[in-house]
């Protein structure tokens, strides 16, 4: 086992290297990648763009050349999750997973028949004032039409200057609709907390953004909640790992919350300090769109036997990137392994099947009052048992 000093140093590490979220959003900058390209293929693609430039009937700019170059590099990995960001793009993103930003409020992700859906809807954002919800599938943005295109690109084209308008079409089922969102400057609240029906308090995490887990420390706090907890992570698509961990350190006394392999070295594990409230009983709502870094939390507190995991299978998302950064300020962020829960489970393409299921298509209504009823049953059984 970890010493807790070792874990502090892991934890900390996570942040800077490894992302984990459902969109490929990148979690740091590891550094300029020292990688060079061979004489060869350097002089290969150099050739190729100059005479692109050169000769090609239409104009078309170096920039757009060498962005090009390396997606069909990615593309010839045929893995999801491996993106390329360029500067603007990058900054966004980090200023997004620190929990704020410029745009209309969403976080996107892969739509199961290609483009792009709402993942989450930031609530009070111009996107919730717009009526988008999660699963509508964005078929343009602007002038652009995005039925093809990629979470990175979708997500530039939705960012800008706050008060700029942008127009997105968005399909929900059969019907299609337009909307005008104003941007606005989006400062997230991923952790709301309430009480609920039985004196039950629902810890609900939007994504795994800096200072997550020190929340949801604060809503436990020093007591146990007396009705227990439902901790809701539906709809949430990931973040950052460390966060993601600290949340799971919460609600267990040290032990694995995580692994991850890459190639060539060995297994990398991530231990959750010692002290968590191991005493509360703790019920994790899930559904199709809990991923991720959401994912690493479900499979820990399940492995562990700390929660009865209620709702639907989760999305299935368990590999790890690896952000890198070439000399432009851009950012390549390549797939380099893969999580595994504390039992050794990979999650990849899988998911979380959850303890107790509530079927498809059920209203959010139903899947919170089963999650309560589990809870209240955990409460009752743990009375009878005399805690007190």
Known sequence: MLTTRRALRVTAMVAVVVTAYVGGVVTGIVGRDDARPTARSSGVIDEAADRIVARAARPVDRDALERAAVEGMLGALGDR??????????????????????????????????????????????????????GDVLLSVGRTDVTSADVATVADLLRGAPGSTVRVTARRGSATRPVALTRATVTTTDVVVERLRGNVTRIAVSAFTRGVGRDVGRAIGTGSPPGGVVLD??????????????????????????????????????????????????????????ASAAEVVVGALQDRNRAVVVGTRTYGKGSVQEPSTPSDGSALELTVGRYRTPAGRTLDGVGVEPD?????????????????????????????????
Do not use: C, M
Not at 110 to 122: I, P, S
Not at 242 to 260: K, N, W
């Open 233 to 290: 992570l539906r709809d949430n698509p990931g973040g950052l790992l460390d966060e993601a961990v600290a949340v799971a350190t919460v609600f267990l006394d040290g032990g694995p919350v995580v692994s991850y392999e890459r190639r060539g070295r060995p297994p990398q594990v991530f231990e959750a300090f010692a002290g968590g409230d191991v005493s509360t009983p703790l019920v994790v709502l899930v559904d199709p769109s809990t």
């Open 81 to 134: 999750w491996s993106t390329y960001y360029g500067r603007s793009e990058f900054t966004s993103f980090q200023a997004a997973l620190e929990g704020h930003y410029s745009g209309v409020g969403l976080w996107l992700r892969g739509a199961a028949g290609g483009g792009v859906e709402v993942g989450t809807v930031q609530p009070g954002s111009p996107a919730e004032r717009g009526g988008l919800a999660p």
């Open 356 to 388: 107790v299921l509530v079927p498809p298509g059920e209203a959010p209504e139903v899947a919170e009052k089963r999650a309560i009823d589990v809870l209240t049953g955990l409460v009752a059984a743990l009375d009878g048992t005399g805690r007190g």
